[in-house]
């Protein structure tokens, strides 16, 4: 059976420090992978999919990135954390868009 | 801008009743509608979905109708119960797309 693993669960960082959350799935291959954001008000917010490996797309101009070094593996980075980063930082797999998303347990990040 | 609009943030109803969840899109070009429910601090979990050439999709006591003139789409929960407090989420994609984006969500409270 597949399962998505993301972590960390928790996270505190001081504005300006870097981010690395990562996410992986196992127990299938080629799968389409989103990060998501969950901010006050804003619903999930679709940040960053992937379709493949080294194809990232963007959705949002933001001080954040996603990289897909291997086909289960995506991670969402920043260089210098804002105020404004804080959320809930979902990953979600799915074989297709038009298949059911799985999503992990999400990142609860406050930068402080 | 909003390609999926969740109007009612809130909506609270009695045990046994009637829930009903409501969703607005703005391209006609989706072809795909989905209904997560997500508990705080977790992941969504796929709830139901919805093809474009249907119009009625029934799982239990959900249900999902499509209304594509509207554009408009609604979960229905018969009959409500307490553990169906949550926050819905619907969301969307379109044949040829693999993005999958989310509305606002609505949180359902259903009191015994």
């Known amino acids: 059976s597949q399962t998505i693993h993301q972590w960390p669960a928790t996270l505190v960082q001081p504005v300006g420090s870097p981010l690395s959350l990562e996410c992986t799935v196992e127990g299938t291959s080629n799968p389409n992978l989103y990060w998501y954001r969950q901010a006050a008000g804003r619903g999930l917010q679709l940040l960053f999919y992937?379709?493949?490996?080294?194809?990232i797309s963007s959705e949002v101009p933001q001080n954040l990135s996603a990289s897909r070094p291997q086909d289960r593996q995506f991670i969402l980075s920043s260089k210098k954390l804002l105020l404004s980063d804080s959320g809930f930082y979902l990953c979600a797999w799915s074989a297709g868009a038009r298949d059911i998303a799985f999503f992990g347990q999400g990142t609860r990040l406050t930068v402080v | 801008d909003q390609q999926v609009k969740q109007n009612s943030p809130s909506l609270s109803v009695q045990e046994g009743r009637i829930s009903i969840l409501n969703c607005d899109y703005t391209?006609?070009?989706?072809?795909?509608f989905l209904w997560y429910k997500k508990y705080p601090a977790e992941g969504p979990t796929f709830l139901i979905s919805i093809s474009s050439i249907k119009d009625k999709n029934e799982d239990g006591r959900f249900t999902v109708f499509l209304n594509k003139s509207a554009k408009h789409l609604s979960l229905h929960i018969v009959p409500s119960q307490p553990g169906d407090s949550a926050v819905y989420f619907c969301?969307?994609?379109?044949?040829?797309?693999?993005?999958?984006?989310f509305g606002k969500g609505t949180k359902l409270t259903v009191n015994p």
């Open positions: 992937s379709v493949g490996i080294g194809q």
């Open positions: 391209n006609s070009m989706f072809d795909y």
């Open positions: 969301a969307v994609t379109q044949g040829g797309s693999e993005k999958l984006v």
